[in-house]
């Protein structure tokens, strides 16, 4: 099993920054990428950013390309630490971030690749 938590989630105006967080425990051979998602009110989820735990390629919706950055804390088999810069926010940003890992090579921003789901941390971005 994996388990994930998040953090940094909160509020703040257009063009603001924040720094998220994903504690990812659990046996490191059940995931090869984690991804953080997004959800916002009567939207679909939608995948951000998506990163590989052992070479560290990334990947990002166009959305978010020059504003977001993905990176990670990794070491096999221990806890890891999966972040998300979000600089330049903006009022469409607002929504729940979820992070996700799985093991996979393609579909890196799509949820239903992803078995191991955290339970999300808001991020509202007022005008």
């Known amino acids: 099993q994996v388990q994930l938590v998040e953090s940094g989630g909160g509020s703040v105006q257009a063009g603001g920054s924040l720094r998220l967080s994903c504690v990812v425990s659990g046996f490191t051979y059940n995931y090869n990428r984690v991804a953080w998602f997004r959800q916002g009110p009567g939207k679909e989820r939608e995948g951000v950013a998506a990163i590989y735990t052992g070479g560290g390629t990334s990947y990002y919706a166009d959305s978010v390309k020059g504003r977001f950055a993905i990176s990670r804390d990794y070491v096999k088999n221990t806890v890891n630490t999966v972040y998300l810069q979000m600089n330049s926010l903006k009022p469409e940003d607002t929504a729940m971030y979820y992070c996700?890992?799985?093991?996979?090579?393609?579909?890196?921003?799509?949820?239903?690749?992803?078995?191991?789901w955290g339970q999300g941390t808001q991020v509202t971005v007022s005008s």
């Open positions: 996700a890992a799985g093991r996979g090579v393609s579909g890196g921003l799509t949820p239903d690749r992803y078995n191991y």
